[in-house]
C-alpha cells in the first residue's frame, strides 16, 4: 500500500478550459474526501464520498465543480469553465477511522 | 458548527528551544481533534490526533498535544526544536459521531527554526 495518490500533481490551464484531477484511495478506505486550500489558508472541505455515494457537498462546490466516485475505489473531481479564482491546491483524502490519510495534492493554476 | 482559531500565523523559535503552538475550537458536540504539518509542496501529514481517553496525546517527531476541555484548547508542543520542525502546522477538528465527519482545519500556523 503506497498511500493517497492524486494525479496530475500540477496542472496549468486557461481560463474556460476543463479539468480533471484523480484520486486513488487507500485501498481499504471506504471514505474519500477532497479539500480546497489557496496560499495562506487550511484546506476547506468541499465534498466526501462513502463508498459509491456522495454524502455531503459543501457551498463552495458551485455548479461548475464535480465529482464522482463510480465504483467506490478512485474519484475524479472535474472542474468545468475554469475561473482564476480557481486556482488553489486540490486535496484527496481517505479513510476508515476518524484519521484521514491525505494525498501529495494537485496544483491548478489557471491563466 | 466547528471551528478553530490557530494563534499566530508565524511562530519563530530557536533551535533546541520549546515548541508552543495554541489551538483553540468550537464544537457542539464531542470533538474529534488533529494537529497535521505540511512540507512545502506536499500533502498533509498526520502528527497526532485526540478521540477519546488519555487527554495527554502524543505523536511522532516528538510532539504531543494535551487536550483540555474547559478551555476548548489543544495546544501543540516539542521540549526542543529541530530545524526539521520548520513548516506549516494545522489544527483541525471533526465530530465524534455521526456521518459528518469533515476535517475543519485552521488557518495554518507557520513555525520557523532559528540557528
Known amino acids: 500500500d503506497t498511500g493517497v495518490s492524486q494525479n496530475p500533481r500540477h496542472k496549468i490551464t486557461k481560463r474556460g478550459q476543463n479539468v480533471t484531477f484523480r484520486c486513488d484511495p487507500i485501498?481499504?478506505?471506504?471514505?474519500l474526501y477532497w479539500y480546497r486550500q489557496t496560499l495562506g489558508q487550511g484546506p476547506e472541505f468541499l465534498t466526501y464520498f462513502q463508498n459509491e455515494a456522495q454524502l455531503e457537498k459543501s457551498r463552495l462546490l458551485s455548479d461548475r465543480f464535480s465529482a464522482e466516485r463510480p465504483k467506490g475505489s478512485f474519484s475524479t473531481l472535474e472542474i468545468q469553465r475554469t475561473e482564476q479564482g480557481d486556482s488553489a491546491m486540490y486535496l484527496c483524502?481517505?479513510?476508515?477511522?476518524?484519521?484521514?490519510?491525505f494525498g501529495p495534492g494537485t496544483r491548478l493554476t489557471v491563466l | 458548527a466547528q471551528s478553530v482559531t490557530q494563534l499566530g500565523s508565524h511562530v519563530s523559535v530557536s533551535e533546541g528551544a520549546l515548541v508552543l503552538l495554541r489551538c483553540n475550537y468550537s464544537s457542539s458536540v464531542p470533538p474529534y481533534l488533529f494537529w497535521y504539518v505540511q512540507y512545502p509542496n506536499q500533502g498533509l501529514q498526520l502528527l497526532l490526533k485526540y478521540t477519546t481517553g488519555a487527554t495527554l496525546v502524543k505523536g511522532i517527531n516528538g510532539f504531543e498535544a494535551e487536550f483540555k476541555k474547559s478551555e476548548t484548547s489543544f495546544h501543540l508542543t516539542k521540549p526542543s526544536a529541530h530545524m526539521s520542525d520548520a513548516a506549516e502546522y494545522f489544527c483541525?477538528?471533526?465530530?465524534?459521531?455521526?456521518?459528518?465527519?469533515?476535517?475543519?482545519f485552521g488557518k495554518g500556523t507557520r513555525l520557523h527554526i532559528l540557528p
Open positions: 485501498s481499504e478506505h471506504n471514505r
Open positions: 483524502a481517505s479513510s476508515l477511522t476518524p484519521e484521514q490519510f
Open positions: 483541525a477538528v471533526s465530530r465524534a459521531m455521526g456521518r459528518d465527519d469533515k476535517i475543519i
